[in-house]
């Protein structure tokens, strides 16, 4: 990777926190995938709430070990695949990140979602051995309804395209459910998903699925983690509309305030997501 293209990925990965920082803090402002108020598109922008908020309690999912180490409990079911009774490893396109070859766990479940948008359908699997907390929130989300009739609100050319905010109840409510960091173990390639944050273990709702090569969110002071990726439709995903902010995408706060009177008001509207759901 040049160094201009490391400044540039350094500098979104800053977004995704910042973005984080915006939602929690004054909520969100999209982008950075975070990003409180910071125009930097470097990283996913997280939730928008502030770092210094409390982490409150999550539903149904356990936190990693404090090894560092995934725990096998607390993972979503998945769907079945072949293999899966044996415990043989699956197929998939997920990479070890650099480094990380000798200590990746196998992959012997997935689950598949799709997404239908106002831009076309888009197949996406989940491997809850590859970020048990990450998976099990995402399926969880889907399951509930969440991502149903919400924006995909950040665009970044090259970077990331990022949606997850619900203003209505009672799905608003995950907002403030956070869970706690999975180690990042595999690349976050062309394609993958991971979690939007404010900071460690402030992954709530927001996902970006990554355009491009940005392996230098998994760095330590980051710490996004992989825990899916698009397997149909990834043009669908290059042709979301790009809105708002260039680097920050919509407004995070006006969304969680009110985001269907916020919508109504904007000349530019965004790709929507109608559908999310599991497939059996």
Do not use: C, H
């Given at each position: 990777m040049s160094i201009k293209n490391f400044a540039l990925v350094t500098l979104m990965g800053s977004a995704l926190f910042l973005t984080g920082c915006q939602n929690q803090a004054g909520?969100?402002?999209?982008?950075?995938?975070?990003?409180?108020?910071t125009t930097s598109t470097s990283t996913p922008a997280g939730e928008v709430r502030p770092m210094e908020?409390?982490?409150?309690?999550i539903s149904p999912t356990?936190?990693?070990e404090a090894s560092g180490t995934p725990s096998a409990t607390g993972t979503p079911t998945a769907s079945a695949t072949p293999g899966e009774a044996s415990g043989a490893e699956i197929s998939h396109s997920l990479k070890p990140l650099p480094g990380k070859e000798n200590v990746v766990p196998k992959i012997t479940k997935k689950t598949t979602i799709k997404m239908e948008t106002t831009?076309?359908?888009?197949?996406?699997?989940?491997?809850?051995?590859?970020?048990?907390?990450?998976?099990?929130?995402?399926?969880?989300?889907?399951?509930s309804g969440f991502y149903d009739d919400t924006p995909i609100s950040r665009v970044v050319t090259g970077f990331v395209a990022q949606f997850g905010v619900n203003w209505r109840e009672p799905h608003k409510a995950f907002k403030e459910k956070t869970f706690n960091d999975d180690p990042s173990l595999f690349a976050l390639e062309r394609g993958t998903l991971a979690f939007a944050k404010a900071g460690p273990n402030t992954n709530s709702t927001q996902v970006f699925i990554n355009f491009a090569e940005n392996n230098n969110l998994a760095d330590p002071s980051m710490?996004?983690?992989?825990?899916?990726?698009?397997?149909?439709?990834?043009?669908?995903?290059?042709?979301?509309?790009?809105?708002?902010?260039?680097?920050?995408?919509?407004?995070?706060?006006?969304?969680?305030d009110d985001g269907s009177a916020y919508l109504e008001s904007l000349d530019a509207k965004p790709t929507m997501i109608e559908k999310a759901t599991v497939v059996e």
């Open positions: 909520q969100n402002g999209g982008g950075t995938t975070t990003g409180g108020g908020t409390a982490t409150p309690e356990s936190s990693p831009a076309g359908d888009v197949i996406i699997e989940i491997y809850p051995e590859a970020a048990p907390n990450a998976a099990q929130r995402f399926e969880e989300l889907v399951k710490n996004f983690t992989t825990f899916g990726k698009v397997v149909k439709g990834m043009e669908v995903v290059d042709s979301f509309a790009k809105v708002g902010d260039p680097s920050m995408g919509l407004d995070q706060q006006k969304l969680w």
